[in-house]
């Protein structure tokens, strides 16, 4: 059947760790499906998470390549096979006016509110609920895995409850389609589908920076949408003033309605995180490993993927979750995420955060602002790299290593007195592991 033989492609899509841990587990019903509806079935909730984002898109641009229709993609546990079955059309007609990628458990319901995000939040519920219609556009902003993309889809499944037009996409997504149909001739068909609908959810618009003629599309994509009040949601991982490459144009329109920021969440909201998570997915585990990963993880997405990783292991060992086995998984995590991790790789993005030059942190300069940047990247290497006190002493033109210890233990404890400084150095280091090849926790 088609959609095993999509699975089976998927080999070449994808590395041999995430076929066997994702997409083997993955199950295609054919009687559930239809031209444009392709239904896959996995174990559990965390699969359906992780299964929608990751490769929801990537499937259907292949079922696309060998049947010429994009259909939409249905992630489902299989305890809800009857359920899909014989509420199929009602729930598509409900839900899909037009195709999207929506994550079904991305829900307002779903999402741990905290002090790191609760504005964002409330923004977003109030967009779903119409009743910001002056908060249009709205910017979702901040570092990979904190909940932006969650929000996003959040909004999406709430409005098309209501039957709402929804078209949800990433950036590159917009770029590929554009370019598609423009190579095909179809702009038309382009433009009735972006232009028509009544909310328009896109992620990571921060891609579209140096990209003129993709830019210059969703322009007139933007200025359409607006005077129809249409409302426009976007998600970035920088303020639109800090998006390098992005025309003056799009930036001040995107500052026409509201900005929210979410930050790295505090450790409280983690572990509300993991014991939600675990919750939904009836996995028992005591609080001490609880804590332990909640102090261990620095965002929302890296949580899911220890999570799947220990439910797993567990499971395939016929045994309970615990401290030793979630020490092993992150020490595993932090070591294949950190491994091409360099300290000009940090002092870059100290730099570009602080808005110096790199070249000024490897200096003998002593100003304020210098010298606070020498200790952000002094904190994150010890942390992210093997580079000894003395290695590091040398590289930044510091006098030893017993400096680099006294600014290493300054900066701890700072950030236990400064929860703004935490927020800051945890963004840092999401920035730099952003910078890694994109590895499945």
């Not at 006098?399 to 600014?407: E, G, Q, R, V």
Request: hydrophobic share 35%; aromatic share 8%.
């Amino acid at each position: 059947m088609l959609g095993d033989e999509i699975l089976e492609q998927l080999k070449n899509e994808v590395t041999q760790y995430e076929y066997e841990t994702y997409i083997s587990q993955m199950k295609y019903d054919a009687e559930a499906s239809k031209s444009d509806l392709a239904v896959f079935y996995v174990p559990n909730l965390f699969l359906v998470s992780w299964v929608q984002t990751k490769y929801a898109s990537k499937i259907a641009h292949l079922f696309e390549a060998r049947t010429h229709i994009e259909p939409e993609i249905k992630i489902c546990v299989k305890t809800q096979q009857k359920d899909v079955k014989t509420q199929q059309n009602e729930k598509i007609q409900k839900i899909s006016v037009t195709k999207t990628f929506l994550n079904p458990s991305y829900t307002f319901e779903s999402f741990v509110i905290g002090e790191s995000n609760k504005f964002a939040f409330s923004i977003a519920q109030a967009v779903a609920q119409h009743q910001a219609s002056k908060y249009n556009p709205v910017l979702i902003y901040g570092g990979t895995g904190l909940g932006k993309t969650h929000l996003l889809n959040a909004i999406g499944n709430q409005a098309s409850q209501e039957g709402k037009n929804i078209i949800y996409v990433t950036a590159e997504q917009f770029l590929n389609d554009y370019t598609n149909h423009l190579n095909m001739k179809t702009m038309d068909r382009f433009r009735e589908k972006y232009r028509k609908c009544d909310y328009l959810l896109i992620d990571d618009i921060q891609f579209f920076g140096g990209k003129d003629r993709t830019q210059d599309e969703f322009f007139h994509t933007f200025n359409e949408l607006h005077n129809n009040q249409k409302q426009i949601v976007m998600t970035s991982d920088k303020h639109p003033r800090k998006i390098e490459g992005l025309e003056d144009r799009l930036r001040s329109r995107f500052e026409w309605g509201i900005s929210a920021d979410i930050i790295p969440p505090e450790i409280e909201t983690k572990i509300a995180i993991v014991k939600q998570k675990c919750s939904i997915n009836s996995i028992i585990i005591d609080e001490e490993t609880i804590n332990f990963i909640a102090s261990n993880i620095s965002n929302v997405r890296q949580i899911e993927g220890v999570l799947i990783k220990l439910n797993a292991q567990a499971s395939i060992m016929g045994q309970q979750i615990n401290l030793k086995m979630a020490k092993n998984a992150i020490k595993d995590n932090i070591k294949e995420n950190h491994e091409n991790i360099t300290l000009d790789k940090i002092i870059n993005q100290v730099a570009r955060v602080l808005n110096i030059k790199p070249s000024e942190i490897k200096s003998k300069s002593r100003t304020k602002n210098v010298a606070n940047a020498r200790r952000y990247v002094i904190y994150l290497a010890r942390l992210l790299t093997p580079n000894s006190m003395p290695v590091l002493a040398k590289e930044l033109n510091m006098k030893d290593h017993s400096a680099i210890s006294k600014a290493y233990k300054k900066m701890e404890q700072e950030m236990e007195e400064s929860f703004t400084l935490k927020a800051v150095i945890e963004d840092i280091r999401n920035k730099i592991e952003e910078e890694q090849e994109d590895k499945p926790f």
